[in-house]
């Protein structure tokens, strides 16, 4: 059976951690949709459409990978893409318990979705986006834990050229 999987979060900005599971889900699924949230309680550093464009050029280089958004209920999206998986990445423990109730409340509204959940790789298991946005605020290096791009995304947002550590 040909899969297609949602790969649904607030990606704000996509990290090196969000890159591993889609490339790994890529080899997975036939298709993977990475899916930014539109979610109205959160205010995000990058809109809706800074994240979409960040992650499209990131991921370009994986043909049957796919960024989208939506609002609303990610069960509903996935059931309009046709989609049979949800995607989530598990970091540690203190993930574990919002990612098992939100699987359990999703299979209440949407019995035929299964969601399918990839550790994360080990070192990223400390990244997040938040921790991301909080060094290059101070003017950190970033640039072991996003992509080039989103460096210099950063780096524009907050008016400083962080540190490199890679060169
Ligand atoms: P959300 O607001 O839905 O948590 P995120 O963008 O923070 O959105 O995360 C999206 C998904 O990616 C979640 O399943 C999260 O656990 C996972 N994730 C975030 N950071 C990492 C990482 N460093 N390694 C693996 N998975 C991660």
């Avoid at 969000?18 to 990475?34: G, K, N, P, Q, Y």
């Avoid at 280089?61 to 989609?83: C, E, I, K, W």
């Avoid at 072991?144 to 890679?166: M, Q, T």
């Amino acid at each position: 059976m040909e899969l297609i999987a949602v790969y649904p979060g607030s990606f704000d900005p996509i990290t090196f951690g969000h890159l591993d599971i889609i490339t790994r889900s890529s080899a997975l699924f036939a298709e993977v949709i990475v899916a930014v949230v539109r979610n109205p309680q959160k205010t995000p550093l990058f809109t809706l459409e800074e994240r979409v464009e960040q992650i499209k050029e990131v991921v370009a280089h994986l043909p049957n990978v796919r960024v989208d958004s939506f609002t609303g209920l990610t069960v509903n999206y996935a059931q309009m893409q046709g989609a049979r998986v949800l995607i989530r990445g598990l970091r540690a423990v203190s993930d574990f318990e919002l990612e098992l109730q939100m699987a359990h409340i999703n299979k209440t509204l949407a019995k035929d979705i299964e969601t399918v959940f990839l550790t994360t790789k080990t070192e990223y298991s400390f990244l997040s986006s938040s921790v991301v946005k909080e060094i290059a605020r101070l003017g950190g290096a970033i640039d072991h834990l996003v992509p080039p791009s989103i460096v210099a995304a950063l780096e524009c947002r907050y008016g400083n050229k962080s540190v490199k550590i890679s060169d």
